[in-house]
Structure formats: C-alpha cells, structure tokens
C-alpha cells in the first residue's frame, strides 16, 4: 500500500515555543491530508482538513492560529503547533487520501509531542 | 449526525477463543467502513475495509467483518484469539466523497487472558 511518512516520531519543546510536524505521501499525490489528535486511551479526533494549495478546513473548537496548517504540495503538509502549552501535549496524526481512486486513507505514523 | 459507536469500551478474551467487537454507524451517504488496530504509543493497521459487494470481508491477522446494512454495523471477529492481538481497535467510517475524512469511533481495547 501507499506510504504516508510522518516525521518527528517524537518532540519534546518548552513551553511557549513553537514546533513543526510533516506530512509526506511518498508515492502518491495527495489531494486531502486530514491530521487528527489523539488523547490517551481515546479516540482519533479530526481537527482539520486541508487540500493543496488552499486553507485548511478547521473542525469546530479547533483553533486555526495555534495549530497552523500548511498544504504547499500534493504531497506535503505541515502541521505547526504554535506557542505550545502542556495542554497541547498528544498524538498527532496525519492522514492523506487520493482522490479519485479513492481505495483508503493512508495514515502516518504519528507523532508524540510532550510540551514541558 | 454522523457517527460511530463501539459500544464495548473494554473487553477481556481467553487466548484461542472466538472474539466479536461491536461496530454501529449512523452516515448519511453510502459508506466506506474500516477497522483498523492501534498498539500502545503506535500509528494505525489497517484489518481491513468494506466499500461494496460481499458483505463479509476478509482482513489480515485472520480478521473478518460483516457489513450489515439494515442494522447499520460493522462487527469485527475473529474465531481464535492470539495473545499478540491484545491491543485497541477502531471503527471508522468514510465514503468516496472526495476530500472526506474518516470518524473514528471511540475504540475497544482487548485484553487477553492466558
């Protein structure tokens, strides 16, 4: 199957400072990445939709300028964390989808953020 | 509303006994349903997946499924459960509208008992 790369694995950063996740389909063209968050022992919760080259589609409670979302290509798309809090430490996810010929949703590996 | 329910938030098998988890969902356009399992601080696998035709799927790790239209489920089973299937699982259901995200329910964990 499709490969979706999700990198860092892990981060830890200080409080208050910002931090940057990525999102790659490494052999296909994405036309939708989705990134869902993910607290213990708890369900994926989407937080935003984004398609190439537009804005990302915020789910609602989700606050478009602390988590910042960028889609620059169809096969790339970044997630920012900014001005983290412990409250902002979980697993976060990306998810890519090629449409048409949809078949599944690839999924990243995820990546653990702890703010401190 | 759209939605999936996983009614069974934890259950216990004895190693080599039969396994059933519970899936329900409530979507407005045709869907697209997937069970995926998800080991302790690790990504998602997907077991597999139901777009159309025979309502029983076949999965990997001798995983099946039984779409069942009029009850709106989606029940994962599987006859003899190995000690290394203790993990949590996830319903989700999506379609092929293009850019739709898949829901996610929220999940069962399975435990297995020697």
């Known amino acids: 199957g499709a490969v979706v790369s999700q990198h860092p694995s892990w981060v830890i950063c200080k409080s208050g400072t910002s931090v940057k996740i990525e999102c790659r389909s490494l052999d296909f063209q994405a036309t939708t990445m989705f990134w869902y968050r993910q607290f213990p022992k708890q369900s994926l919760m989407l937080m935003a939709t984004?398609?190439?080259?537009?804005?990302?589609?915020?789910e609602q409670g989700v606050e478009k300028d602390k988590f910042l979302i960028n889609h620059a290509s169809l096969t790339l798309s970044t997630l920012t964390v900014t001005s983290a809090h412990p409250e902002d430490s979980s697993f976060y996810i990306c998810?890519?989808?090629?449409?048409?010929?949809?078949?599944?949703?690839?999924f990243g590996q995820g990546t653990r953020l702890t703010v401190v | 509303a759209q939605s999936v329910t996983q009614p069974d938030i934890h259950i216990t098998v004895s190693e080599g006994a039969s396994l059933e988890l519970r899936c329900n969902y409530s979507?407005?356009?045709?869907?697209?349903l997937f069970w995926y399992v998800q080991s302790p601080g690790q990504g998602l696998q997907l077991l597999l997946k139901y777009f159309s035709g025979d309502t029983l799927v076949q999965g990997i790790k001798g995983f099946e499924a039984e779409f069942k239209r009029s009850q709106s489920s989606f029940n994962l089973r599987k006859p003899s459960v190995h000690w290394s299937d203790a993990a949590e699982y996830f319903c989700?259901?999506?379609?092929?509208?293009?850019?739709?995200?898949?829901?996610f329910g929220k999940g069962t964990t399975l435990s297995v008992s020697s």
């Open positions: 979507y407005g356009a045709t869907p697209y």
């Open positions: 984004s398609n190439e080259g537009s804005k990302a589609t915020y």
């Open positions: 989700a259901v999506g379609s092929n509208q293009a850019g739709t995200a898949l829901i």
């Open positions: 998810s890519a989808r090629q449409d048409p010929g949809y078949t599944e949703a690839f």
